[in-house]
T-cell receptor, first 114, second 119 residues
Framework: AQSVTQLDSHVSVSEGTPVLLRCNYS??????LFWYVQHPNKGLQLLLK??????LVKGINGFEAEFKKSETSFHLTKPSAHMSDAAEYFC????????????FGKGTRLHILP | DADVTQTPRNRITKTGKRIMLECSQT?????MYWYRQDPGLGLRLIYY???????NKGEISDGYSVSRQAQAKFSLSLESAIPNQTALYFC??????????????????FGPGTRLTVL
């Protein structure tokens, strides 16, 4: 079985400073890991995904995440926050088995301070 | 994502009414899902379907039922709506596939959501 934990429910950063959203996972097999973003009153959009190729994954809007198996982490980062990054972010894990379900973290709301 | 559509987008109903939320997809995916989103709880899985004949309960299926009419259509019903079913509901599809022994890829594609209010 797999699980995912987003370590912060809210993160606030100033515009132009780095963003770090933390995610830890557990999975019995080689997992697929995802980050989704949800802007206010919008649906979910895929930011990036890890599927056992390169451990550093680049996504849209300047975001990237690094898969660290030894730490069971998949933290999302961005070098310089923009006001438009204010949204809720979900870390998601999918196991390697056909019958494994996709598990969502509870979300991290990112606030950007002017 | 226009490839996954949900109707209606907004619905207000009364306690005890039967409600159906519909989802259609043009992505050709076998897997479809229904989630509900509540503030602070993330997305919780209600039902999922791996193909037309394979439907499974998620973590919060009580009070809900589903129908997979075709590969492209997956409907969610609330037989007798109650106020704590007020939430944002999302349909999703996924492109599960093997990428090696013991590993797979499974990217989800979401509809725009249905905001349901039960008075």
């Amino acid at each position: 079985a797999q699980s995912v934990t987003q370590l912060d429910s809210h993160v606030s950063v100033s515009e132009g400073t780095p963003v770090l959203l933390r995610c830890n996972y557990s999975s019995s097999y080689s997992p697929s890991l995802f980050w989704y973003v949800q802007h206010p009153n919008k649906g979910l959009q895929l930011l990036l995904k890890y599927t056992s190729a390169a451990t550093l994954v680049k996504g849209i809007n300047g975001f990237e995440a690094e898969f660290k198996k030894s730490e069971t982490s998949f933290h999302l980062t961005k070098p310089s926050a923009h006001m438009s990054d204010a949204a809720e972010y979900f870390c998601v894990v999918s196991g390697g088995n056909r019958d494994d379900k996709i598990i969502f973290g509870k979300g991290t709301r990112l606030h950007i301070l002017p | 994502d226009a490839d996954v559509t949900q109707t209606p987008r907004n619905r207000i109903t009364k306690t005890g009414k039967r409600i159906m939320l519909e989802c259609s997809q043009t992505k050709g995916h076998d897997r479809m899902y229904w989630y509900r989103q509540d503030p602070g709880l993330g997305l919780r899985l209600i039902y999922y379907s791996f193909d037309v004949k394979d439907i499974n309960k998620g973590e919060i299926s009580d009070g809900y039922s589903v129908s997979r009419q075709a590969q492209a259509k997956f409907s969610l019903s609330l037989e007798s709506a109650i106020p704590n079913q007020t939430a944002l509901y999302f349909c999703a599809t996924s492109d599960w596939g093997l990428r090696g022994i013991g590993s797979s890829t499974d990217t989800q594609y979401f509809g725009p959501g249905t905001r349901l209010t039960v008075l």
